[in-house]
Structures are given as C-alpha cells and as structure tokens.
C-alpha cells in the first residue's frame, strides 16, 4: 500500500483519480483549498478510511509522509483563472515548488498535471494526439488583459 498525496484532491480529475488510487488498495491524501473544487466531487470517498481530506493552499508548505504525490492544484478553466491570475500563477509556481520541496524531504515520486489550456483556443475539436495547438501568448486564455497594461 502507497500513502499517496493528490493536491487539488476535491478537483473533477484529481476526484476521480483519488478513487481509482483507493480501489487500487492505496491510502489517499486529498489536498484542496477549494478556490475551484467542490466537496461534492469527494463526498462518496470520505467514508473510506483510507482517504483524508485536507483543507490546505498548496501556496504555503505542507507535510506528510508519503510515497507519491500527484500535483493537480490549479485552477484550470479561464472563468476560474482569470478570476484572479496572481493566485492562479501562485497556485502553480509556489505550489509546484512546495511540491517539489515535500518530495525531496521524503524521496517521493511527483507527477506535474499541466491543463489542455496552455495550448490556447483550439481550430481542432476534439483534439489527436498529433495536434499542437493554437497558442496565443497575449490572449484570453493567457491571463493578459490589454486595457490593463
């Protein structure tokens, strides 16, 4: 059994992950602050005993003692990150290195999630493998906003 930390645990991927990790005999950690998950994506998990929901920003350092972290924590629909791109480049800046940090300390394995967004608006739906996307770095999707430069 691996002790596994998923960061952005109550999100809709990190939800579904946290199942298939429990189903697999493993005991899960589900960090989230809730900026862009919701309790109800976990609610059916929290009578497993071996799942633990902690309410935490990934922004500040946490610890514990696990095997694998699998680092989901960022909002990542543009409704949510433009709501407010500092705590969004935050999120996945100081969250990564907080990560990154925890994982040395107990010699744990990482996985970084990343979102479909960083390759912008797609001209392709839904998307192969071979696409690369239909990246703006000043558009919508970027965070950038024109009238406040």
């Not at 610890?63 to 709501?83: F, G, K, L, R, T």
């Not at 990564?96 to 040395?104: D, R, T």
């Not at 912008?120 to 239909?134: I, L, R």
Request: aromatic share 10%; net charge neutral.
């Amino acid at each position: 059994m691996k002790k596994i930390l998923i960061t952005g645990g109550a999100g809709f991927v990190g939800a579904h992950l946290s199942k298939r990790l429990l189903e697999e005999g493993n005991e899960v950690i589900c960090l989230d602050n809730f900026f862009t998950g919701n309790k109800s994506n976990i609610i059916e998990l929290m009578d497993n005993r071996y799942f633990e929901l902690v309410r935490h920003d990934i922004t500040e350092p946490y610890y514990a003692e696990v095997d694998e972290i699998y680092n989901m924590a960022c909002p990542a629909s543009p409704i949510h990150y433009q709501y407010n791109p500092i705590k969004t480049i935050k999120t996945s800046v100081m969250g990564a290195i907080n990560v990154l940090g925890l994982a040395k300390r107990v010699r744990a394995k990482v996985l970084q999630a990343s979102t479909s967004e960083v390759y912008g608006d797609p001209m392709v739906h839904p998307q192969p493998e071979s696409y690369w996307g239909n990246v703006n770095p000043i558009g919508i999707r970027s965070c950038y906003d024109e009238g406040k430069r």
